[in-house]
């Protein structure tokens, strides 16, 4: 008999504390677990480290989080598309670390997969190689990128049964698929969900074993 690991949005996402780290997939709102996000808005909880491609737009998405000023560090790839972002890491409200965002989903990526790190050449002659350890392979330079793990992941797909197995589609698999392997609490918010046995497995783009809870989105 397969796990049912169908939730609520409040009992998803209950384990939620303050200083909880989460990876919120999502690509400038597209592929974002906005029900999820709302229901963390709601519960108030605070000094969050959030994992994110990017802050959304003012009222969208994360960008909520940045609103409310839940998040206390945020690290993500650029947040041009919010102006609160900026305006709360000049005042000293928010610390953030920007990556290349090629930089990041590799970080995420090797989080996921237990590695200790990955090497890239990006960033050397600048400032991002401040404070990081430099590794010569075959007479080129890199730096050395630690893995990135979170406490909880909030991802977002197109369809997924109550075990978990999901369906992505388009662009919104983005970094969801990603940030699903590299935290210890998984929870995927769905557009439709299905009983098992009602999704192809040839349609599967992640299979269940990686989610710990299943939510109906809007």
């Known amino acids: 008999m397969k796990e049912n690991k169908l939730k609520s949005l409040s009992e998803a996402i209950s384990g939620i504390k303050d200083n909880s780290s989460i990876m919120i997939g999502g690509f400038m709102g597209c592929g974002s677990p906005k029900s999820l996000i709302d229901e963390v808005v709601k519960s108030g909880v605070q000094n969050l480290l959030v994992i994110s491609n990017d802050t959304d737009f003012e009222g969208v998405g994360v960008g909520k ?7 206390a560090k945020l690290i993500a790839s650029h947040i041009g598309t919010n102006p609160q972002t900026g305006k709360r890491i000049n005042t000293g409200e928010l610390k953030a670390e920007l990556n290349p965002q090629g930089t990041l989903v590799e970080r995420i990526r090797a989080g996921g997969a237990g590695l200790g790190g990955v090497l890239t050449p990006t960033g050397i002659g600048t400032i991002i190689e401040n404070g990081k350890q ?36 388009g662009s919104g698999r983005n970094f969801n698929l990603v940030m699903a392997t590299a935290a210890d609490y998984v929870i995927a918010e769905v557009e439709e969900c299905r009983e098992v046995g009602k999704i192809d497995p040839e349609e599967v783009m992640l299979p269940g074993i990686f989610i710990d809870a299943v939510v109906q989105g809007v």
């Open 65 to 71: 989080l940045i609103a409310t000023g839940q998040i």
């Open 134 to 169: 430099k590794i010569i392979v075959c007479e080129k330079t890199y730096l050395l990128e630690t893995p990135l793990r979170a406490d909880f992941a909030l991802v977002k797909a197109y369809k997924g049964d109550i075990s978990g197995n999901l369906v992505f589609r």
